[in-house]
């Protein structure tokens, strides 16, 4: 039973950093690239983050470059994000994202908000 379970999230005021969280079990966790997506109010899901295993290649959404960093700890089969400067526009339900070719998982979200 494949399971991905987001936590961290939070109200948090601009400017401020906040550090997602994903555990994941059912899978062989060092075989998927694991990512990080995020859905606005009233907007498509978009992706923000992802770490592949084997090469340990990082790639970034332009929105977020600079700002947030992707972990992965197989040995624990967690993945984290680390979120700074954050701004009101990362106001989102961030989802954990597990995928190989023809296979794809998600987590249930946790909301961030970035208000004052």
């Known amino acids: 039973h494949v399971q991905l379970v987001e936590s961290g999230g939070g109200l948090v005021q601009p400017g401020g950093s906040l550090r997602l969280s994903c555990a994941a079990s059912?899978?062989?966790?060092?075989?998927?690239?694991m990512a990080w997506y995020r859905q606005a109010p009233g907007k498509e899901r978009e992706f923000v983050a992802s770490h592949t295993s084997f090469s340990g290649a990082t790639r970034f959404a332009d929105a977020v470059k600079g700002r947030f960093t992707i972990s992965r700890d197989n040995a624990k089969k967690m993945v984290h994000l680390q979120m700074n400067s954050l701004k009101p526009e990362d106001t989102a339900v961030y989802y954990c994202n597990a995928y190989q070719t023809g296979e794809r998982y998600w987590g249930q979200g946790t909301q961030v908000t970035v208000s004052s």
């Open positions: 059912g899978f062989t966790f060092t075989s998927y690239t």
